[in-house]
Structure formats: C-alpha cells, structure tokens
C-alpha cells in the first residue's frame, strides 16, 4: 500500500506535468519503485515556482519519513 505522501506526490506531478513526457514517466517509476532519492534528484532538475518546490519538499520529506518503516 502507498503512503499518503506518495499518493500525494503523484497527484502533483500529474497536475503539474499534464503531457506524458520522459521526464515525467522516470518521476512516475522513482515514486511508483519508492525511491526517493531518484525523485528527488529529478524534481530538483524541474522549474517551479518557490511556493512549489516548498510543497514537494515537504512531500518528499513525509515519504523520506516513512521509506525506512516498510
């Protein structure tokens, strides 16, 4: 079962990313194969606006917070 911040990360990056695009499906993989640290490390590769990138950070920092309790 997906975490509630991982459910949450892919509805943002569907609203953000509306055409399917390369990019787009490696950040759909790294979330759907919980890697963090690969969404990460693409996300910080995306133009977004300041109020953005504090939304995915702190949904990347939930799903950091619970990657380690299976």
């Not at 949450?8 to 993989?29: D, G, I, K, N, V």
């Not at 759907?32 to 939304?55: F, G, I, Y």
């Amino acid at each position: 079962m997906k975490s509630q911040a991982t459910v949450s990360l892919l509805r943002w990056l569907r609203r953000q990313l509306r055409e399917p695009t390369p990019f787009r499906e490696h950040l759909e993989a790294a979330v759907a194969n919980d890697d963090p640290r690969e969404a990460r490390r693409l996300l910080e590769q995306m133009s977004c606006t300041e109020a953005q990138r504090r939304h995915v950070e702190g949904l990347l920092a939930r799903w950091d917070d619970t990657h380690g309790r299976g």
